[in-house]
C-alpha cells in the first residue's frame, strides 16, 4: 500500500510562468503543469523503489489513470486536496461520488507498512481516509506488517513499535475507531483465506510482467502481495459488495490494476453487451453498436415517413452492419487509445460471417466460476426474453446495470463474493525539503510527525524554497512558487481547509509581494504549531489505541534481516 517514503519531486502551483500582472489562483493547485495529451516519457511504477514521478501526465497515457478534473464536480463537498489538485487521477471514483451522494453505502481502505516513523507524506493517506469517513463511508486502516517482513525485511519487534506510532498519528489526526477498523494483515484470517482464494487466479508471469519479480524473489514477498490485494478487498466482505477507494500515492497502482483484474475473475458470471450469437470485444463492440444505432435510427425513419418499400425490412441484419461499418470513420476520441483498423477487421469478419443473421443488443451472462446451481438460478432471475445456450444466457428485456445486479445477487446468494472493481485515487509526492526526493534516510528532508516542534521549525527556516537569488529580484520577477517545497507544504498540510491562505501565499510569492524569509518563517510557526497539536493529541489517542482490539505486541518469530 502506501510506501514509508513517498518520494518524488513535484512542483507546486498550477504550473503557469510567473506573471508580474497575474492575480490571485482560483483555486490554488499544485498539479505542475501536467497536460494529459502530452507524455513525455516512459512510467515505471514500483511499490518497492524510490516513488517518484517525472509528469504526472505519463500515467494518464501509460496506465490508464483518468484525470480527478473529470470527477471532482460530482464531489459532495471534497476535500482540500482534491480542489488543489494535489490528488490528481483517479480509477472509477465516479462510482465512491456517486454512492457518497444518494447516501449509499461506499467504503474506504488504504494500509502502511511499518518501517519508519510515520511522517507528514503519510498524513495525506491518513486525512482521505478520515474524510471518507466523515462523508459516511466504512473506512478501514491496516499495518502491511506481512509486507514488512517480506519485502523490507523487518523484524517483528520493529514492526509492532512502528506499527504503534501510525496508529496514535491516524486517530490523533480523527480516524473514529469505533465507527471503521483498524487491523494487522497478520492477525485477519479473513483477509489471508480470501487471499489464498484469490491467489488461485494469478500467476507468476502476471507478477514478472507487472512487478518484474524473478527467481531471485522470495515466495512471502509474493504473498504480501496476494495478501494486499485481498486487503483491497477486504472491506466488500463487510455487510455487502460496494464501492470501494483506495487512496494511494501512483506508485502503489499496480496493486490496485492486479486487484481490479482478480475482482472480476472470481466473480461467477461476466455480463457483457452483445448483438448476435457471436462474441466481440470491448473495441469491436463499439464499432458494432455504432453500426445498429446507425441503421436502426434510419429504419426508424422509413417507418415514420411511411415508406412502404423499407418498412418492411425494419430488422437489422449482420451484412447490412458490415456493408455500413465498412465506410465508417470513428470520431477522433475513438481513436487515441485502440488499435482501430485491427477492431475494424475483425468486427468487418464477423459480421460478414454472420450474414443475415439478425443484429439484436442484448446482455449476455457468462458463466465463469459458477456452481451448477447459480447458473440455475441465474436463468430464472432473468426475466422477459431470453435464450440459454451452454455457458451463457442472453437476456433481451434488461439493462447493463439491471443483469449486474442479478449477476451480483445469484452470486451472494450462492456463496460467491460479488466483488465490485475497487476504485482509486492518487495524490502527488510531496518534494524534500532539501529539494529533490522525499527520503527518511535524508533526515532533513521530511518532517515525522514524531519530530519534536522546536526540530520541525527549525527544518522548515533550513528548506529549499523558489526564491530568487535576491530580494530585488524576488520583487521585480515574483518567486516560483511552482517549484517550492515551502509553498507545498502550505497546500498540502498548513493551510488546511484554508484555501484563502493558500491562493494569498502563491499570488504574493508570484507577485514578488512575499519575501522566502518571512515565508518561511510564518511556515515554520504553523508547522511547530502543527506537531504540537498533533503530539498532544497522540498522547491522548493512547489510552484509546490501548483499548483497541488490535495486538501491537507480536510473538511471530522471524529469521531478521533481509529475505
Known amino acids: 500500500m502506501d510506501e514509508d517514503t513517498p518520494e518524488g519531486t513535484t512542483p507546486g502551483g498550477d504550473g503557469r510562468e510567473p506573471d508580474a500582472d497575474r492575480g490571485p489562483l482560483t483555486p490554488p493547485r499544485t498539479d505542475g503543469g501536467t497536460d494529459a495529451d502530452e ?14 514521478v517525472g509528469d504526472y501526465a505519463d500515467l494518464f497515457a501509460e496506465f490508464g489513470i483518468e484525470a480527478f478534473d473529470e470527477v471532482d464536480d460530482d464531489v459532495p463537498d471534497p476535500h482540500y486536496l482534491m480542489r488543489r ?16 451522494a444518494n447516501d449509499e453505502p461506499f467504503a474506504a481502505l488504504s494500509g502502511f507498512m511499518p518501517t519508519g516513523d510515520p511522517h507528514i507524506g503519510h498524513k495525506l493517506v491518513f486525512d482521505e481516509i478520515i474524510w471518507h469517513q466523515e462523508m459516511g463511508g466504512d473506512a478501514f486502516g491496516l499495518i502491511a506488517d506481512l509486507e514488512a517482513h517480506s519485502a523490507r525485511g523487518m523484524s517483528w519487534d520493529e514492526i509492532d513499535e512502528h506499527a504503534r506510532n501510525y496508529l496514535l498519528s491516524l486517530l490523533a489526526l480523527g480516524f473514529d475507531a469505533e465507527d471503521g477498523e483498524i487491523y494487522r494483515q497478520s492477525d485477519n484470517r479473513e483477509v489471508q483465506d480470501l487471499g489464498f482464494e484469490l ?19 522470495n515466495i512471502s514477498h509474493m504473498q504480501s502481495v496476494i495478501t494486499q490485494t485481498a486487503d483491497i478487498l477486504y472491506p466488500q466482505l463487510v455487510d455487502e459488495p460496494k464501492p470501494t477507494v483506495i487512496p494511494v500515492g501512483p506508485d502503489q497502482d499496480p496493486h490496485v490494476r492486479l486487484t481490479r483484474d482478480l475482482a472480476t475473475r472470481v466473480r461467477y458470471f461476466k455480463v457483457t453487451e452483445a448483438f448476435a450469437s457471436f462474441e466481440l470485444d470491448d473495441d469491436e463492440r463499439r464499432l458494432v453498436r455504432a453500426a445498429y444505432d446507425a441503421l436502426a435510427a434510419r429504419d426508424e425513419e422509413n417507418d415514420a415517413a411511411g415508406d412502404a418499400d423499407d418498412a418492411a425490412e425494419t430488422d437489422v441484419r449482420c451484412e447490412d452492419a458490415a456493408e455500413w461499418l465498412a465506410d465508417y470513420e470513428p470520431p477522433e476520441s475513438d481513436r487515441e487509445s485502440v488499435d482501430l483498423a485491427a477492431a475494424k477487421a475483425s468486427a468487418l469478419d464477423k459480421l460478414e460471417a454472420g450474414g443475415k443473421e439478425p443484429l439484436r443488443p442484448r446482455v449476455r451472462f457468462f458463466d465463469r466460476n459458477a456452481t451448477d446451481e447459480a447458473f440455475e438460478a441465474l436463468i430464472e432471475a432473468v426475466e422477459g426474453e431470453k435464450r440459454v445456450f451452454e455457458g451463457h444466457v442472453d437476456a433481451f428485456d434488461l439493462t447493463r446495470d439491471e443483469a449486474e445486479s442479478i449477476a451480483r445477487e445469484v452470486e451472494i446468494d450462492h456463496d460467491g463474493f460479488g466483488f465490485r472493481q475497487p476504485s482509486s485515487i492518487y495524490h502527488r509526492f510531496m518534494t524534500g525539503l532539501t529539494g529533490g526526493k522525499m527520503s527518511s534516510s535524508i533526515p532533513a528532508s521530511h518532517i515525522s510527525l514524531l519530530d519534536d516542534p522546536e526540530d520541525g521549525y527549525d527544518k522548515v527556516k533550513a528548506a529549499t524554497t523558489g526564491g530568487r537569488d535576491t530580494a530585488e529580484e524576488q520583487r521585480e520577477l515574483g518567486g516560483e512558487a511552482d517549484e517550492c517545497p515551502v509553498y507545498e507544504l502550505y497546500a498540502y498540510l498548513l493551510a488546511g481547509d484554508d ?8 499570488s504574493e510569492c508570484v507577485n514578488g509581494e512575499r519575501l522566502c524569509g518571512g515565508c518561511k518563517e510564518q511556515a515554520a510557526e504553523l508547522m511547530r504549531e502543527f ?33
Open 39 to 52: 507524455p513525455t516519457e516512459d512510467v515505471a511504477l514500483d511499490p518497492w523503489g524510490s516513488a517518484s
Open 199 to 217: 491467489g488461485s487466479k494469478a500467476n507468476f508471469s502476471e507478477f514478472e510482467a507487472i512487478y518484474g519479480f524473478d527467481g531471485e524473489t
Open 499 to 506: 484555501d484563502e491562505l493558500t491562493k494569498e501565499v502563491y
Open 531 to 563: 506537531l504540537e497539536d498533533h503530539q498532544e493529541k497522540r498522547a491522548e489517542a493512547e489510552e484509546l489505541l490501548d483499548d483497541l482490539d488490535i495486538d501491537l505486541d507480536s510473538d511471530r518469530r522471524g529469521t531478521g534481516g533481509e529475505h
Open 85 to 100: 489538485g494535489v490528488i490528481f487521477g483517479h480509477r472509477e471514483y465516479d462510482a465512491v461520488a456517486e454512492a457518497m
